[in-house]
């Protein structure tokens, strides 16, 4: 625990030195939001739910990908070859996973409070809807790290992560739209216990599965 918590008290030190890239972030998500709202709310002055929920996810997916794709890129080989000597994988890894969720975490609801003030609320049961995003970040920060230490070995990192991440980003895609499909509706918890299990079980396999493989990959 003492070096998961010094791993992650480094990630948030890299991170502030870093500023611009978290403004870089939030500027993406607002610039986004309100490109949307010039092109469905001004103009046509309404939005169906479905497509209100589904650009949510879009610009929520984007997101993630922006912020995580940097996650093993900014540090030197030098840097990650001291960290060798000093700190296990398992803890590298999972600092990495338990920061990129904090800060995708944040985000979203970020992101979450400034769509609905453009696009308006239409979310009956808020409570189910905020579920769905934090399931959302935590499955999409574990999978996307795990894949940005992946597609840091390689040349063309940006595309290699888009290759590998989709065919686990797709159903949990397709989960959480499903999932706040039913808040928007205001349907009751029983009508989502297999979209909220479906999802647990997807992060709670990627993280063990990051815990158990990143080993090798960081002994390469």
Do not use: H
């Amino acid at each position: 625990m003492q070096e998961l918590k010094a791993l992650i008290g480094k990630e948030i030190r890299l991170e502030w030195r870093q500023r611009y890239a978290l403004n870089g972030m939030l500027l993406y998500i607002i610039s986004t939001v309100f490109v949307c709202y010039m092109s469905f709310k001004l103009k046509v002055n309404d939005i169906e739910p479905i497509t209100w929920n589904t650009l949510f996810w879009i610009i929520l997916l984007f997101t993630a990908v922006n912020s995580i794709t940097k996650s093993f890129t900014q540090e030197r080989a030098g840097r990650q070859l001291y960290y060798y000597t000093l700190a296990s994988p398992q803890g590298v890894i999972l600092s990495k996973i338990i920061y990129n969720i904090v800060l995708l975490l944040a985000l979203s609801l970020v992101g979450f409070v400034i769509y609905a003030l453009f696009m308006g609320n239409p979310v009956n049961n808020i409570a189910m809807y905020l579920t769905g995003i934090v399931l959302g970040a935590v499955g999409f920060s574990a999978t996307l790290t795990m894949v940005a230490g992946i597609a840091s070995k390689a040349e063309n990192t940006s595309t290699l992560m888009a290759v590998l991440s989709f065919p686990i980003i797709l159903p949990m895609l397709l989960m959480l739209i499903r999932l706040s499909k039913n808040a928007m509706d205001g349907l009751e918890w029983s009508t989502s216990f297999d979209e909220i299990l479906t999802l647990l079980g997807i992060d709670g396999i990627v993280i063990a599965l990051s815990y158990l493989l990143f080993p090798f990959l960081w002994r390469s």
